[in-house]
């Protein structure tokens, strides 16, 4: 027997399967990037939302799957949760464009407030603290393309040859290798090479993160 559960929890394992968050499906079969999240799942009153047959069939064309693989997904679903793997936490997912938001942070670069989509993590490696960002364009091509999610842990301890997020106190915010940091400065070493890399002074940085896995 299909249910909403089942339904979206293929839809989410298929994005599972091609290293991409359901948003990232979802743009890339054309849809729009919210259309997928778990915030639309229900309506502002409980009531359940199911996706459309056309979205389904946009997203089988999007990753070159076909019903038979979907439905293995939704038979899956069915196994009991004990056959599924490790448990998993939810943890905040955010774009880019929130992230260079103000308000989105405290001054420890942890997100601030509530009501964001998120995303699963294995709970075994989950730290207080951790959060997802959802890359967004092709800025940060070949390592990271569109719809790649980068997991980061504000507060940790970087050294160089990390990759990081940085985010300015201009509200710019990029992903990172770091090359060199001093009391005074810090060197980013960029990840497409079409970008150049760059100098701050330390008075100059909000916040850095450093990146313990990415959805590649």
Known sequence: MLSHDRIWGAIDALAERHKMSPSGLARRAGLDPTSFNKSKRHSADGRERWPS????????????????????????????AASKGPPVQSIPLLGFAQAGAGGFFDDGGFPAGQGWDVVDFPAAQTKAGLYALEIQGDSMMPLYRDGDVLIVEPGA??????????????????????????????????????????????KEIEWIARIIWASQ
């Open 157 to 202: 301890q970087v050294r160089r040859g990390d990759r990081v997020v940085v985010k300015t106190t201009e509200g710019e915010v990029m992903a990172k290798v770091l090359m060199r940091q001093s009391a005074r400065s810090i060197e980013l070493h960029s990840i497409n090479p079409e970008h150049p890399n760059r100098s701050f002074e330390m």
């Open 53 to 80: 047959t056309e979205s389904i069939s946009k997203v089988l064309d999007a990753t070159g799957s076909t019903i038979s693989q979907f439905m293995e997904f939704l038979r899956s679903e069915a196994e009991p």
